[in-house]
T-cell receptor
Framework: KQEVTQIPAALSVPEGENLVLNCSFT??????LQWFRQDPGKGLTSLLLIQSSQREQTSGRLNASLDKSSGRSTLYIAASQPGDSATYLCAVDIGGYQKVTFGIGTKLQVIP | EPEVTQTPSHQVTQMGQEVILRCVPI?????FYWYRQILGQKVEFLVSFYNNEISEKSEIFDDQFSVERPDGSNFTLKIRSTKLEDSAMYFC?????????????FGEGSRLTVL
């Protein structure tokens, strides 16, 4: 059974810092990995999708990497801003009709 | 920008009552999903739906749950007889394609409170 772990559970950084969020998964036979952002009481906003054949994806200040063989993904946020404060979720698609397994998330607080 | 919309945003119901949660997926998407998130816990897969039938379902999705696409736009989740443990945020999602390429797009969620 696929397990997804996210470390750290919470992170507080001063504005402007670069930071890395980590995601690990137990079964490397994945179709894709997606990073989401969740604001309190809100839905999930897709940030980046990495296909199984890709190593990384970039969008603006965000860069996500994928190492399938080691079962790891990182989300790099450059020059963090207070508006980046949210919970970041990693989700792994193990195939079929997107039976996706989520991590518990990393709660990020960027202090002005 | 196209988005997944869900109604109601919050529903309070008595234990044993039937609840229907509604979703309008993105119009050119073909795959539809329901997920739930109990407060403080992980987002959990419930069911996926493609070509007017259930593709996969989790062990959570028992006989009390059903899904339907009654017309060309709506996608509903019905809970027949709600239990206290059904209290959660329910998210609808859709994707244009299935596994290997399909980016998931989520709605804002419907918060269900069972008393």
């Amino acid at each position: 059974k696929q397990e997804v772990t996210q470390i750290p559970a919470a992170l507080s950084v001063p504005e402007g810092e670069n930071l890395v969020l980590n995601c690990s998964f137990t079964d490397s036979a994945i179709y894709n990995l997606q990073w989401f952002r969740q604001d309190p009481g809100k839905g999930l906003t897709s940030l980046l999708l990495i296909q199984s054949s890709q190593r990384e994806q970039t969008s603006g200040r965000l860069n996500a990497s994928l190492d399938k063989s080691s079962g790891r993904s990182t989300l790099y946020i450059a020059a963090s801003q207070p508006g980046d404060s949210a919970t970041y979720l990693c989700a792994v698609d193990i195939g079929g009709y997107q039976k996706v397994t989520f991590g518990i998330g990393t709660k990020l607080q960027v202090i002005p | 920008e196209p988005e997944v919309t869900q109604t109601p945003s919050h529903q309070v119901t008595q234990m044993g009552q039937e609840v229907i949660l509604r979703c309008v997926p993105i119009s050119n998407h073909l795959y539809f999903y329901w997920y739930r998130q109990i407060l403080g816990q992980k987002v959990e897969f419930l069911v996926s739906f493609y070509n007017n039938e259930i593709s996969e379902k989790s062990e959570i999705f028992d006989d009390q749950f059903s899904v339907e696409r009654p017309d060309g736009s709506n996608f509903t989740l019905k809970i027949r007889s709600t239990k206290l443990e059904d209290s959660a945020m329910y998210f609808c999602a859709s994707s244009r394609q299935g596994a290997d390429t399909g980016e998931l797009f989520f709605g804002e969620g419907s918060r269900l409170t069972v008393l």
